[in-house]
């Protein structure tokens, strides 16, 4: 597994959001995409996993893709592809680009499973070793995460990256896209890099955005059925 990169940025900060609970890695990193027209610089290549390919009206949608917005110095991974089982790999190869491009900072995107009434807002979460970044957290309104277990791709790359990572995680209660705790990370991001974004369409369109997420998972996963299907049977 590796990173082909067609434009190499300087010292970008890198937001990573792989499918997790509520896919909110996945449903924010799209937000950001659309919101802020970052284009597609890179891919992921790899043999580990499913080869998969979604089209969304039309258009193919990049099943692991590196996206960059000039403006912001921004850099984006964006997967709808499970990495279960291949964490390790995953991270590695993101920290390679991270040192590669001599990022400034990591950002990881999550869920974090929470039991709230239906009616009340979702919380959200930081988490950073790195004294000044958590302290700018903080000014967002984002409560510290104390207690937690971080599991894939953002818990491989906290054990091994020496580039400053910062957490933040969005509570729900699906495992079903959760396109509105995602809009939060959204909210707490543009607060925290100043990305000036229009937040409340954000909010508006969030059930559209969880529609196409969970149209592409639904269509990922039947081709990876279809695919078991075809596969040889020498028992019997």
């Not at 979460?125 to 000044?132: P, T, V």
């Not at 896209?177 to 937040?199: N, Q, R, V």
Request: glycine residues 6%; neutral net charge.
């Amino acid at each position: 597994m590796r990173i082909v990169l067609e434009k190499k940025p300087r010292k970008p900060i890198v937001v990573e959001g792989f499918p997790g609970f509520g896919l909110i890695g996945t449903i924010a990193t799209e937000f950001l995409i659309e919101s802020l027209k970052a284009k597609i610089i890179g891919r992921f290549e790899y043999d580990e996993l499913p080869a998969t390919l979604a089209i969304h009206q039309g258009k193919i949608v990049h099943p692991m893709g590196i996206f960059y917005s000039k403006e912001h110095n921004l850099v984006i991974l964006h997967t709808i592809l499970n990495t279960m089982g291949f964490e390790w790999k995953t991270a590695d190869s993101v920290m390679k680009m991270c040192k590669e491009l001599n990022a400034s900072e990591i950002i990881s995107i999550e869920g974090v499973a929470g039991l709230m009434p239906t009616e009340m807002e979702p919380k959200t979460y930081y988490f950073s070793e790195d004294s000044k970044k958590a302290s700018k957290l903080a000014q967002t309104g984002l409560e510290p995460l104390k207690e937690s277990i971080i599991v894939g791709v953002t818990g491989a790359l906290l054990l091994k990256s020496n580039i400053p990572i910062s957490c933040l995680f969005a509570q729900t209660m699906s495992t079903l896209p959760d396109s509105k705790a995602a809009a939060s990370i959204i909210e707490a991001l543009d607060k925290y890099l100043g990305l000036t974004i229009d937040i409340e369409p954000l909010f508006k369109r969030a059930e559209e955005f969880e529609k196409k997420i969970r149209k592409i998972q639904e269509q990922s996963l039947m081709a990876t059925k279809e695919q078991e299907t075809k596969k040889p049977n020498y028992l019997g």
